[in-house]
């Protein structure tokens, strides 16, 4: 798997040369509270909002798991996230999603012998929107410096509109 590959787009798993054999033998589990996605609708201010589970659970994504040698010959451990087309929910923000697994399908998708595309592949599906809530959060998100910051996952007030006049000052 090359070091660049993050994401992997399920439909294509099987027959993708990089995520083939990852996909029929190391599939993984990748646990979180939730992912982080740029509304773009204004050119000039891209908006950072989480995706949760509307019960603040953790979740796990699909994944896969894969170990190969990179350039100067030394073992490189790695993981792609497998995406899906946006549910409702996620669609007016982005056009992929991660694939979010049901805590019923961890076995399945976890168990080496299953080796059947066929029998993965319908796992590879958007969650349900209605089990999810989208937060805008902190513009700070936009800033590697605060990874670690709590503050980052806790939803802001959108901004609050008011009504204008022809007479306000543009000044106060």
């Known amino acids: 798997m090359a070091a660049k590959c993050i994401n992997a787009r399920g439909e294509e798993l099987a027959n993708n040369r990089v995520f083939r054999t990852p996909f029929r033998r190391s599939r993984c589990l990748i646990v979180a509270d939730g ?16 995706f949760s589970l509307s019960d603040d659970s953790l979740f796990a994504f699909a994944g896969l798991a ?40 961890y076995d399945r998708w976890l168990d080496p012998q299953n080796q059947e595309v066929a029998a993965l592949q319908p796992l590879l599906v958007p969650f349900p929107p209605e089990a999810m809530r989208a937060e805008r959060v902190s513009d700070a998100i936009n800033n590697a410096k605060n990874d670690v910051d709590p503050r980052l996952i806790v939803a802001v007030e959108p901004p609050r509109l008011r009504a204008r006049s022809l007479f306000d000052d543009d000044d106060i």
């Not at 992912?35 to 989480?50: A, G, H, M, S």
């Not at 100067?72 to 982005?94: F, K, R, Y």
């Open 35 to 50: 992912f982080y996605e740029w509304d773009k609708t204004n050119p000039k201010k891209k908006v950072p909002i989480r």
């Open 66 to 105: 894969d170990r190969w040698s990179g350039p100067a010959g030394e073992v490189v451990e790695s993981c792609s996230v497998i995406t899906t087309e946006p549910n409702a929910l996620v669609q007016p923000t982005h056009n992929r999603m991660p694939v979010i697994l049901h805590p019923a399908d």
